[in-house]
C-alpha cells in the first residue's frame, strides 16, 4: 500500500483530511480480505469515504450511519469500534496517526452522530505515559 502522503499528492487532497484505517474482518461494511485491510479514508463533511485501490473498493460512509462508537486497546493498538447501520464496524491506525489532524476531524464528525466512548482509552494510548503504561500492564 501507498504512503499517505503519495496518496494524497496523486489525489489532490488535503492530508489533514485523510485518515489511514486499518478494518478488522469484514462485517459487512468495508471488503475485507481475512484478516486486516488497508483503506484511505477521506473525511468529508458529511461522510468517510473509503478507498483501497488494491482491491478496487470505493464507499462512501455517511457520519449519520454512526449509530456507536467506543475506544478499546487490542493486539497493542488502539480501536474504535463502531455500529454502522447496525453492522460491527472497528478500525486502528498507528500511534502517531491517532494524534494527526484527520484523525481529530474524524472523531469530532463522528462524535456529532454518537458519544465517543471510553475516550480514556485514546488519552493512555496517546498520552506521553504510554509506554510507562504499557510496560505496567
Known amino acids: 500500500m501507498q504512503t499517505l ?25 468495508l471488503a475485507g480480505r481475512g484478516g486486516y485491510t488497508g ?13 483501497n485501490e488494491k482491491l478496487g473498493v470505493r464507499k462512501e460512509i455517511p457520519f449519520s450511519d454512526f449509530k456507536r462508537a ?5 493486539s497493542g493498538n488502539l480501536w474504535l469500534q463502531c ?16 494524534k494527526a489532524p484527520s484523525a481529530k476531524l474524524l472523531m469530532e464528525k463522528i462524535g456529532e452522530q454518537t458519544e465517543l466512548l471510553d475516550m480514556k482509552e485514546y488519552e493512555r494510548y496517546t498520552g506521553k505515559l504510554f ?3 504499557a510496560l505496567l500492564k
Open 39 to 51: 483503506y484511505f479514508a477521506e473525511i468529508t463533511d458529511t461522510s468517510v469515504i473509503c478507498t
Open 70 to 74: 467506543e475506544f478499546g486497546i487490542g
Open 131 to 133: 509506554l510507562l503504561w
Open 83 to 98: 455500529v454502522v447501520n447496525d453492522k460491527f464496524f472497528a478500525f486502528c491506525t498507528p500511534r502517531k496517526a491517532w
Open 5 to 29: 502522503k503519495k496518496y494524497c499528492e496523486e489525489n489532490g487532497l488535503d492530508q489533514n483530511k485523510v485518515f489511514e484505517m486499518c478494518v478488522s474482518g469484514d462485517e459487512g461494511v
